[in-house]
């Protein structure tokens, strides 16, 4: 069986990064927008990392009414479902959303109802802080948050740039969210090393880390994270492109799992970075020797670690049950 057709769990996938470029390239056109000089055909052009957050931010500006946000979550789920994703969790960020956080409600309603429009694919939203635009915005952020809980709304997490603040300084957020009952994440050790880890742990108590491949880095923190039991969101195409490893034979994602870590396979940023579930799970066959028994175990962990009610975990682990002997 090829790897690509099987059935895929997605817990780390950003909405506005994953917008699809012909899909956003005819929005900006509706708006009067000319996006040329970021979008070329189906991809999005830069040229390094800053070049990167400058076309996301240009492509980003087209998203303006929450019924942009209401097509652009079909457009993303769509394009889920074409990879085989039957469940997946989106990084919503509200403080980058409309005009203000007082506008939050509406396009969270209009995200709803684009999430309904693909029924075929399961999702949840994650409400992510972004870190480098301080504490107060991010406790703004979860206050605003748990005010307007919907039926997708069950995670807290945090984005941006991993290099401003300390875990330390959004405790206090995440504590917000923590007491709603909302699942716990936070992007640590992609541009940070295995402190950026370790300290996400101790301050913020997440039950999973988005990234978290320097980790490999310091040996006492993996074994940390296998004992603890700390699911990790890895996205190999992601790293490679940002040049946090030259090529997938040299990413840790394998060597991780190996020791006891628990791993699961995501795409960040797919159309910006080139990548899709599909090629991620075609080149972990090739590069590590992956097959149906170890994607079955990592969409299983990833379940298992899903923001989602018992009863849709119960429904969709059924897809990768082990057979039986």
């Known amino acids: 069986m090829n790897v690509a057709d099987l059935a895929k769990v997605e817990l780390h996938l950003h909405l506005e ?20 000089a970021v ?14 957050l400058a076309a996301y931010e240009a492509v980003s500006a087209a998203l303006q009414t929450p019924d942009d946000y209401r097509r ?17 969790e989106l990084f919503v960020a509200p403080a980058i959303t409309g005009s203000s956080m007082a506008d939050w409600p509406d396009y969270l309603a209009g995200m709803e109802a684009g999430a309904d429009d693909v029924p075929e694919v399961e999702c949840r939203f994650t409400s992510t802080a972004v870190r480098h635009l301080g504490a107060d915005i991010a406790r703004q952020t979860a ?7 919907s039926p997708r709304m069950t995670g807290w997490g945090m984005g941006g740039n991993e290099s401003m603040f300390a875990p330390a300084d959004f405790a206090p957020a995440f504590d917000i969210a923590r007491q709603a009952g909302l699942g716990i994440t936070t992007h640590a050790g ?3 090393g295995p402190d950026s880890v370790r300290d996400s742990l101790d301050y913020l108590k997440p039950s999973r880390i988005g990234h978290g491949v320097r980790a490999i880095e310091d040996s006492a ?28 034979d040299d990413h840790p994602i394998d060597r991780l799992l190996r020791a006891g870590v628990a791993v699961t396979v995501s795409t960040d940023d797919p159309p910006y970075f080139r990548t899709t579930m599909r090629d991620e799970y075609t080149q972990l066959a090739r590069v590590f020797g992956w097959t149906k028994t170890e994607f079955d175990a990592i969409n299983r962990v990833a379940l298992s670690a899903a923001f989602c009610d018992e009863a849709t975990r119960a429904r969709l682990m059924k897809l990768f049950e082990e057979p039986a002997a």
């Open 72 to 88: 652009l979550v079909r457009a993303v789920l769509e394009q889920s479902r074409a990879q085989g994703v039957v469940y997946t």
């Open 190 to 192: 992609e541009v940070e």
């Open 221 to 248: 923190l993996i074994a940390r994270l296998a004992a603890e039991g700390i699911v990790l969101e890895v996205n190999p195409g992601s790293n490679i492109r940002l040049g946090v490893y030259p090529t997938l």
């Open 143 to 149: 206050e605003v948050t748990v005010a307007n809980l």
């Open 17 to 36: 990064g994953a917008a699809p470029p012909a899909f956003m390239r005819d929005l900006a056109a509706e708006k009067g927008m000319d996006l040329s």
């Open 39 to 52: 979008i070329d055909g189906d991809n999005y052009i830069y040229t390094d990392f800053p070049a990167f």
